[in-house]
């Protein structure tokens, strides 16, 4: 059973930047397709950034919203996937979920109901 726990949320002036890891455990961490999703009061979960990786080579996949902004990366060693949010803008303000799974395909990346393991959601605040 994996576990994901996420950290690094917190309040942020607009323009400013942020760090979020997760941790995983429980499972075999390059096998997994890690993802960050963010949901907003009152709004839809949606996909922010995912990272998949085949032996030495990385994929990272940007909603179109952060892409230029956020970075997704991956310590395989560390069993963490981190995402830095740079620019933050008060939109930016969620919750957000650090996501796994071991079946994603490039067609179901950016599919919330395709992840089977998520964290409890780490809060971000972007004041204006």
């Known amino acids: 059973q994996v576990q994901l726990v996420e950290s690094g949320g917190g309040l942020v002036q607009a323009g400013g930047s942020r760090r979020l890891s997760c941790a995983a455990s429980?499972?075999?961490?390059?096998?997994?397709?890690m993802a960050w999703f963010r949901q907003a009061p009152g709004k839809e979960r949606e996909f922010v950034a995912a990272?998949?990786?085949?032996?030495?080579?990385?994929?990272?996949d940007y909603a179109d919203s952060v892409k230029g902004r956020f970075i997704i990366s991956r310590d395989t060693a560390k069993n963490t996937v981190c995402l830095q949010m740079n620019s933050l803008k008060p939109e930016d303000t969620a919750v957000y979920y650090c996501?796994?799974?071991?079946?994603?395909?490039?067609?179901?990346?950016?599919?919330?109901?395709?992840?089977?393991?998520w964290g409890q959601g780490t809060q971000v605040t972007v004041s204006s």
């Open positions: 996501a796994a799974d071991s079946a994603i395909t490039m067609f179901t990346i950016r599919s919330a109901s395709h992840y089977d393991y």
């Open positions: 429980g499972g075999t961490f390059s096998r997994y397709t």
């Open positions: 990272i998949r990786s085949a032996g030495s080579l990385h994929y990272a």
